[in-house]
């Protein structure tokens, strides 16, 4: 009778924390300003779930696309399992993004009206699920880049001038 009591615990144990990050695209944070942002499933099959797993993603160059009121995750790059053989997956396929029509409508309107795009920044793992988080980001003009990096260095400055004294 204890280990149904057993079997509870360890599979609360098991899940670890409650979101594991695998990927983050940290070159978006640089070139976009991010405005918004969205958390969303995707469909995967079962070797690029395993793929994911190992951390073998790359979303540096990926975006999303609305076709026909569903959103697409496009040139999202996900290795090959070796161990899938014949039954494993294209590498650059489009891949369906799973958000409620009203988040659709809601993230698709301010994207095409203000000629903002959706970039995923991070993927991640949560209750052993893949989910994707999407920014709705407006693109960052060359001396907006360089005023950025302008404030970061005089903030880390300060810091460190802070530290010594």
Partial sequence: MASPNNKSK??????GPERQIVCTNRRARHE??????IDCGI????????????????????YARVDDHEVWLV???????????IYNHARQRKRKLLLNRREIRKYVEAAESDGQTLIPL??????????????LCKGRKLHDKRQKLKE???RKEMREAKARR
């Fill in 75 to 85: 040139d999202c790059d996900i290795a090959e399992y070796a161990q899938a053989s």
């Fill in 10 to 15: 360890s599979s609360k144990d098991s899940s």
């Fill in 122 to 135: 991070a993927v991640f793992f949560q209750r052993g699920l893949v989910k994707i988080r999407l920014g």
């Fill in 43 to 62: 469909v995967l099959t079962g070797s690029e779930v395993k793929s994911i797993r190992n951390n073998k993603i790359t979303i540096e160059e990926a």
């Fill in 152 to 154: 970061q260095d005089a």
């Fill in 32 to 37: 976009y300003d991010v405005l918004d942002e």
